[in-house]
């Protein structure tokens, strides 16, 4: 490899590179995505998706999908469902589908071995109590009373918690490590809990559930993971996740060489949004949006059905790239990419939003003319359609000014302006409704001025987008703005989150009006709105009522930034 290409690799892929050449794990290559089906994916998770099956598929190994349903008192099936869906959106698909919950009798037997060589106990004392004796980092922890129990007893007591004949919080195991480690995670973690809920595949079968520290490591140990990467908040847990394989490996000596070790990168966090499930959860249940996959979420079906494409969040991902450095990067940059996206691939169109009658009186009154519309100035392969050009069309409201100052280049009376892929008109009047609100606006247009024609190249300061009256059809305009107010809402710790949220993230505008080429888009289609941004169909969208969605809007915030750079 060139050290041109060795520069843009990231550090988990110089990592994989080095083990592979020297035939680690018998050169194979096995990572996972492991979510916890208790919500669905969000912007976060795409980042951690396409490290784990990213780097599976650049190097020919594999990656499987594990749920790490090991609580089920939050779990779903909706959520697994889900997740599949997202993962397949992206792009990638897994080699199997694997469950932590299926290897419940294995975690079982493992805990039972530790129990007995004395190195896990049953814990009768209440969480706080356990919590009071960790100690500080730089104050040793106290240990339980029943630390050194007979392990007959710890035995006895742990098939009980599994028979149910125990009440939840009543009992724990831990295992017995080192109560003064300045490890905090190595002070007698807690191994397994009681819970009495079904879990949503294995039913009432077990009441004794392993905590995360206990399964996610063993998980990929059953599995063959070679290279278990995750975010940086488990970078204090992995000795401990070291010293369950190192247990696990003194049971497996058939297993020889093979190990499982765990990477952590930076997680993604972005500005004015938050990406905890918890949270998300939250604003879906009290209603504050309208759904997992309303437009304003976060979430990867969120994303979707405002417009965003696979290829636009592959290339947000690539941008912001992995580090071993928490931070927070700026929506702008997430809206860039998927501007860059459409940009090349969205089918131009016109759609007044906000719609007042534009009258071209000197135009003949039963006349319709064709007029050509290229679908893409980026892609001429993508070819143009046609516009229906009419004495009465439709522009929009806040393109004229009865009063305008000097710079203001569009309509106004007296002053000319080009009508996109038609004609220049020059305003001559307007008429007000009783309430002084403008009712119509008067032009006469130039048949000299046809776009295309050689004469037409007669400058005007503006070009104005418009659709025809007869010939556009009604739609619903749905405006997005971010949904918190401030950059770092997970950061304001002391205000209720309700408070940060921005009361105007969704804007309903009705009676738009779009061009008839639109009469067929279907659902999740995307298109650039002359002058007002990308859109896409929502699936809300119904025969002969469309309801469109503004994924972005076209002005480009975020480009002096990446211009200055
Ligand atoms: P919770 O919010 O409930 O704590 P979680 O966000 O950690 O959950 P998981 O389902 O446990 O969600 O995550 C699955 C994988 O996705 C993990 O490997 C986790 O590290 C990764 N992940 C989660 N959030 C992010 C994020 N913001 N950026 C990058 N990776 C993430
Ligand atoms: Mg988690």
């Known amino acids: 490899m060139s050290e041109e290409n060795k520069k843009s690799l990231n550090f988990i892929e110089i990592i994989v590179e080095k083990d592979l050449s020297e035939n680690r794990n018998s050169g194979r290559l096995q990572t996972r995505f492991p979510p916890e089906p208790n919500g669905y994916l969000h912007i976060g998770h795409a980042k951690a998706i396409c490290m784990d099956f990213g780097i599976a598929k650049k190097y020919g190994g594999i990656c499987n999908l594990r749920f790490d349903d090991t609580n089920p008192s939050r779990e779903d099936t909706e959520y697994v469902d889900s997740i599949k869906e997202d993962i397949q959106w992206l792009g990638y698909r897994w080699q199997n589908i694997y469950y932590a919950s299926d290897y419940f009798p294995q975690l079982w037997d493992f805990a039972v071995a530790l129990i007995k060589s004395g ?16 100690g500080t980092p730089v104050l040793a922890g106290t240990d339980s009373p029943y630390r050194n129990r007979p392990v007959e007893e710890s035995l006895d007591l742990f098939e009980k918690m599994n028979n149910g004949e125990v009440p939840e919080g009543a009992m724990v195991l831990r295992a017995k490590m080192d109560m003064a480690s300045p490890n905090m995670h190595f002070r007698d973690p807690i191994i397994y809990r009681a819970i009495h809920c079904p879990h949503h595949r294995t039913g009432y079968k077990w009441k004794a559930y392993p905590m995360y520290d206990f399964a996610h490591g063993q998980s990929d140990y059953f599995e063959g993971v070679t290279h278990s990467i995750c975010t940086l908040e488990f970078e204090v847990h992995r000795p401990l996740y070291d010293y369950f394989i190192d247990e696990l490996k003194k049971l497996h000596p058939e297993d020889g060489d093979y190990r499982t070790r765990q990477f952590e990168f930076n997680r993604l966090n972005l500005t004015y949004t938050i990406m905890s499930k918890r949270k998300l959860l939250q604003l879906v249940q009290e209603g504050l949006v309208k759904g997992w996959d309303d437009p304003r979420m976060p979430t990867i079906c969120g994303l979707r059905r405002r417009g965003y494409t696979p290829e636009s969040i592959h290339k947000f991902i690539d941008k912001i790239g992995y580090t071993k450095y928490d931070g927070i990067i700026d929506m702008a940059l997430l809206e860039y990419s998927i501007r860059e996206d459409l940009n090349i691939k969205a089918k131009r169109v016109s759609a007044v939003i906000d719609p007042v009658k534009l009258i071209i009186t000197n135009y003949p009154e039963n006349q319709t003319e064709m007029m050509e519309s290229i679908n893409n100035p980026e892609d001429e392969s993508m070819g143009s359609h046609e516009i229906a050009f009419t004495r009465e069309l439709y522009i929009e409201r806040d393109d004229f000014m009865e009063e305008a100052p000097k710079k203001f280049f569009r309509m106004t009376q007296g002053q000319e302006v080009r009508l996109k892929n038609a004609y220049i008109v020059k305003c001559t009047g307007f008429k007000k409704d009783t309430e002084g609100n403008i009712e119509e606006i008067y032009a006469e ?3 000299a001025t046809k776009s295309g024609m050689p004469e037409s190249n007669r400058k005007v300061k503006g070009t104005l987008h418009w ?5 556009s059809i009604p739609a619903e305009v749905r405006l997005y703005d971010r949904l918190f107010t401030v950059e770092n809402p997970g950061d304001e710790k002391d205000r209720d989150f309700h408070e940060l949220l921005n009361p105007d993230s969704l804007i309903v505008k009705t009676g738009c009006r779009v061009e008839k080429e639109l009469e067929n888009a279907k659902a999740l289609d995307n298109f650039q709105f002359q002058r007002l941004g ?3 169909v929502d699936p809300d969208s119904e025969n ?10 076209l002005k480009d915030s975020w480009s002096k930034i990446v211009n200055k750079n």
């Open 534 to 536: 990308y859109f896409n």
């Open 467 to 471: 659709v025809s009256v007869s010939h």
């Open 544 to 553: 002969g009522k469309l309801i469109f969605n503004r994924t972005v809007p």
């Open 119 to 134: 190195k896990a106990y049953i814990d009768e004392q209440s969480s706080e109590e356990i919590a009071r004796q960790k």
């Open 445 to 447: 247009y130039d048949p």
